[in-house]
Structure formats: structure tokens, C-alpha cells
Nanobody
Framework: QVQLVESGGGLVQAGDSLRLSCAAS????????MGWYRQAPGKEREFVAT????????YYADSVKGRFTISRDNAKNTVYLQMNSLKPEDTAVYYC?????????????????WGQGTQVTVSS
């Protein structure tokens, strides 16, 4: 049974940093591209960042480029999202997702597995 478990969310002030983690189990982690998405109240789930199976390719949404960094540790079956210079508009539930494949993927419908999410709230 595949499980993706996010952690690291919380309440911070604008300009602060947070690091989210997503621990994967039940799959061969090194064969999966990973993605981070977020969903704010009343809005659709939106793409944030993705990383290839090897970590060699990353891609970001324009809204987070230069502030967020996605990385992975295949030995620990974990993907991370380092979020710096947080803004109130970054407030959302953040989800990690796994997609079997060798490249990077941005479409919500492309991913095979999803975590339950972790809340990030940024106060002004």
C-alpha cells in the first residue's frame, strides 16, 4: 500500500521560512517523479514544484520560483520543499504527489498517488 505523508507545515509570519517533508512508503521511490501542489480555500489545487526521479530536473510555478526549492533524498524515500520569503498568498494546504516516470510532471491528473496534505498559514 502506497503512503505519502507530509509534515512540516505550520503558522508563520510573512518573510519566514518553512521546510516541508513528504515520506513515501510502499513504492520504489527512485522510479517516481515527485511533485508539490497546494490548495487554498475556495480555489483549485495548483502546481507548485516537481522533481525528476534522479533529482536532476526540477521545475517550478512562476509564483514560487526563486523562493521555493524542491529536493529529494532517495535513500530516505523523502522529498522536501524548502519555502523561503513566505507570503500570505502562500497560505494553503500543501500536498505531495508521486508519478511513475523519468521526467517532471505538472498536471494534477498525471500523478498516481497523493498525500493527505499539511497546512501552511502565513500571516501578514
Amino acid at each position: 500500500q502506497v503512503q505519502l505523508v507530509e509534515s512540516g507545515g505550520g503558522l508563520v509570519q510573512a518573510g519566514d521560512s518553512l521546510r516541508l517533508s513528504c515520506a513515501a512508503s510502499g513504492l520504489t521511490f527512485g522510479r517516481y517523479a515527485m511533485g508539490w501542489y497546494r490548495q487554498a480555500p475556495g480555489k483549485e489545487r495548483e502546481f507548485v514544484a516537481t522533481i525528476s526521479w534522479s533529482g536532476g530536473i526540477t521545475y517550478y510555478a512562476d509564483s514560487v520560483k526563486g523562493r521555493f526549492t524542491i529536493s529529494r533524498d532517495n535513500a530516505k524515500n523523502t522529498v522536501y520543499l524548502q519555502m523561503n520569503s513566505l507570503k500570505p498568498e502562500d497560505t494553503a494546504v500543501y500536498y505531495c504527489a508521486a508519478k511513475r516516470g523519468t521526467y517532471v510532471y505538472t498536471g494534477v491528473d498525471e500523478y498516481d498517488y497523493w498525500g493527505q496534505g499539511t497546512q501552511v498559514t502565513v500571516s501578514s
